[in-house]
């Protein structure tokens, strides 16, 4: 979440948590998530351990679904179909778990997950240039 994002959230009442250095990344520092009224936390246990609310980006990782409980609420790509170990331990958890890839509008569409469907179609044909380029073979192509 960028801090233009947080900083609804934080307008609207809430108390919104950020893992130190989360957004670096993306060139985005603790100091611009502050000024947009975060609390930065310097673990992401204690983030789950105090939120009722877990944003995130990424499926959690095995060490980070054991942090979860019953009255949180985990909002994030979850890929379940590919991940038996995620979904066993998702349900044992639980958390309410929302998975972007299954928010739908009122038209039927997948508001969250096209944008990304998006994305990964154009960046699938530059890395299969790339592998094209590494090619004896096809070199010429790209």
Known sequence: ???AGVQELV???HEVLIEHLAGNAMGLNDE???QAGVTVINSAKSIHDRAELIVKVKEPQPQ???W???GQILFTYLHLAADKQQTQDLLDSGDTCIA???VTNKRGGLPLLAPMS???GKLSIQMDCRVL???DAIKPLC
């Open 100 to 102: 972007y890839e299954t």
């Open 64 to 66: 980070e679904r054991r």
């Open 68 to 70: 979860l409980r019953p």
């Open 11 to 13: 307008q609207q009442g």
């Open 32 to 34: 611009l998530y502050e």
């Open 1 to 3: 979440m960028t801090p």
């Open 118 to 120: 998006e994305i990964a």
């Open 133 to 135: 380029k590494n090619s």
